[in-house]
């Protein structure tokens, strides 16, 4: 975490998967109950990916004490979180503790994005949490996939295209599509 002189705001960013021990949170995907929260009306239970929650609890403590040092020392300064593959979700779920902790709504930029939340009532509150939200993945990368079953989602994921044409066998080269997300003509006519 850091503040952005250029930018003039906190950032916090997560990075991709690193050892095995990554390895084997990314496959510890069935949901699990997160957290309730009050979102309009009614009481809602937050479900996410089982392996990516219990990463994030882990460190939840200190990233909140870290942010919320940084925001008493940049105060109204807006927040920016950042995250590529496993760092995607890491970065989602801190941009919704960000809003429930501080009532700080951050803008969220992820790269590689997973999916890591589970459900329509779910997503719409993750959704409501951040002031603006891009999730991107490209259309042949097999992480930006993952959780592949019905109901897992992400807040505003928009697909790129290296390629123009999707083939299921590009899903199988990671190397390339999945390290991708530095060329600038894959966010030609995003705002």
Request: with cysteine; hydrophobic share 35%; aromatic share 16%.
């Amino acid at each position: 975490m850091r503040y952005d002189k250029e930018r003039d705001c906190v950032q916090v960013i997560f990075q991709c998967t690193d050892d095995d021990s990554d390895w084997a949170v990314n496959l510890d995907f069935p949901q699990k109950i997160y957290d309730k929260i009050i979102h309009g009306n009614r009481i809602i239970q937050l479900k996410v990916h089982g392996g990516w929650g219990a990463m994030w609890l882990a460190m939840q403590d200190s990233v909140r004490k870290e942010l919320k040092r940084l925001l008493a020392k940049h105060p109204g300064r807006p927040v920016e979180v950042f995250g590529w593959s496993l760092g995607s979700a890491m970065a989602m779920l801190a941009a919704e503790d960000i809003y429930f902790k501080f009532g700080v709504k951050p803008y969220l930029y992820t790269f590689g994005s997973v999916k890591p939340f589970y459900g329509k009532q779910t997503y719409e509150y993750v959704r409501d949490c951040c002031e603006k939200a891009y999730n991107f993945y490209d259309h042949c990368d097999v992480v930006g996939y993952m959780v592949p079953f019905p109901g897992w989602r992400a807040i505003n994921r928009v697909k790129l295209r290296l390629e123009p044409h999707f083939c299921i066998t590009k899903l199988f080269n990671p190397s390339r599509f999945h390290t991708q997300y530095h060329v600038p003509r894959l966010y030609d006519g995003i705002e």
